[in-house]
């Protein structure tokens, strides 16, 4: 009897593991091992892109932020708008100074001064028209130039805040026929439904 009662009694203590002292390890290294391996989103992974820097770059220098964004195809639009406007904001500029000139040329009767093929050619009232013309045009220019540089701007911050948006395989569109509830006839209608899957 005492034999079976040591023999249970060993059994016991071997099953059970707590009063051994690897098992005291092992359990300690399990748990540090769980508390190790706390499962990550990828989002936080993942390098987070930065719509204010975006948006900062673009205030800098025009284009910078689609660098970041790496839409590397979008520099040459913008540059190529850039380049339109600064020729027509020169164009402008040096037609607007020299109708200018000559107008006051004209209207201080000098008809031998730096713009005399002018004076001789156009009155005082055609040279103020032009020089105005010229005046608004270059207003426009400037203007545009500068909604250029905010869209610019608005394109790198957008793209930024899209930069991690991801549009999976599932996007669909069913097309399959369907019977309609009677509306003002007072029978089915035959009809077309569309479902969007995303």
């Known amino acids: 009897m005492r034999q079976l009662t040591i023999h249970i009694l060993f059994s016991v203590i071997l099953c059970s593991g707590s009063f051994l002292p690897g098992s005291a390890l092992a359990q300690k290294g399990k748990t540090s091992h769980v508390r190790d391996t706390i499962p990550v989103s990828d989002s936080i992974m993942m390098k987070l892109h930065s719509p204010r820097k975006a948006t900062l770059y673009s205030v800098i220098l025009p284009g910078l932020g689609q660098i970041y964004n790496r839409k590397y195809w979008k520099l040459p639009i913008i540059y190529a708008g850039f380049g339109v406007m600064g020729y027509f904001i020169y164009f402008n500029t040096d037609n607007y100074l020299t109708y200018k000139s000559?107008?006051?040329?004209s209207v201080n009767g000098d008809l031998n001064g730096n713009y005399a093929s002018l004076v001789n050619k156009y009155s005082a009232s055609e040279l103020l028209s032009a020089t105005e013309y010229y005046r608004r045009n270059l207003e426009i220019s400037i203007l545009i130039t500068t909604v250029w540089y905010i869209l610019n701007i608005v394109?790198?911050?957008?793209?930024a805040h899209l930069y991690t948006y991801n549009v999976t395989?599932?996007?669909?569109?069913?097309?399959?026929p369907d019977l309609?509830?009677?509306?003002?006839?007072?029978?089915i209608q035959p009809g077309i439904k569309l479902s969007l899957r995303f």
């Open 169 to 176: 395989d599932n996007l669909s569109l069913r097309i399959t």
């Open 102 to 105: 000559a107008y006051i040329e």
């Open 155 to 159: 394109d790198a911050a957008v793209d």
């Open 180 to 187: 309609l509830p009677p509306a003002r006839a007072f029978r």
